[in-house]
């Protein structure tokens, strides 16, 4: 997923920007992307390294690959974390989420795969019962970019930053404890990245019609200006 300095060498999916707010306290983008397919894991509240190399070996990054036809894939970004054998290509980024349905606190990450797996019948099955294969249909969502270390409190303060930015321009159901729970971090380098090269995401779920409050929003500004 790329060297110490932050060069990404990996996919990602792709996505069709929506808007863009640059000149605000806390910058963002709104995405669109379409459906996608990921590989996911339950883990606790420590580290991140076992569910990741869990992940890692499911589409072969180490060794052979922990799948029926041991077909492995190319890696992409994000890893996605959220709290609540042939060779598969690494994409990125990695999330990682609040895992809400557990009652430890756990958190779920994510490796989204290449495009080519576009339809569950074409994706190997895993030969680790932890792991499952999920679809991720159609999202759009508010997503800040920052470089800094992968620490759970940075994490939480950017995820606050970027919904008080989206109270201010109108959305209201961002409060702090939906954030907190519903927020996914996106990682797009690898675990040895110096703090400063990396590039790290949040990213919140939005609606429709929330979209069309942050456009109408942002086009009054610059027609005001």
């Not at 990404?8 to 069709?16: D, G, I, R, W, Y």
């Not at 806390?26 to 992307?33: D, F, L, M």
């Not at 519903?182 to 040895?192: D, K, L, R, S, V």
């Amino acid at each position: 997923m790329g060297s110490v300095f932050g060069k990404e060498t990996v996919l990602e999916p792709q996505f069709k920007t929506v808007l863009e707010r640059t000149s605000v306290a806390t910058t963002y983008q709104v995405r669109e992307y379409g459906k996608r397919f990921a590989a996911e894991i339950d883990y606790g509240t420590g580290g991140t390294s076992s569910p990741f190399q869990g992940l890692a070996r499911y589409i072969g990054v180490f060794g052979s690959p922990q799948n029926e036809g041991k077909e492995a894939m190319a890696m992409t970004a994000p890893v996605s974390m959220e709290r609540k054998g042939t060779p598969m290509a690494m994409t990125a980024p990695v999330a990682t989420e609040k895992n809400n349905q557990s009652e430890g606190g756990g958190k779920k990450m994510k490796f989204f795969l290449p495009s080519e797996y576009d339809e569950l019948e074409k994706i190997p099955k895993p030969t680790n019962p932890n792991i499952k294969i999920v679809e991720i249909p159609p999202s759009v969502g508010a997503v800040h970019r920052y470089s800094g270390s992968l620490d759970d409190q940075l994490k939480d303060q950017k995820a606050l930053e970027l919904s008080l930015q989206l109270r201010d321009d109108g959305i209201d159901r961002m409060t702090e404890e939906h954030v907190l729970q519903n927020y996914q971090f996106w990682g797009f380098n690898a675990p040895f990245t110096i703090p400063m090269y990396r590039r790290n995401e949040i990213w919140l779920d939005l609606t429709k019609e929330e979209v069309d409050i942050l456009q109408k929003k942002s086009h009054k500004e610059e027609t005001s200006n």
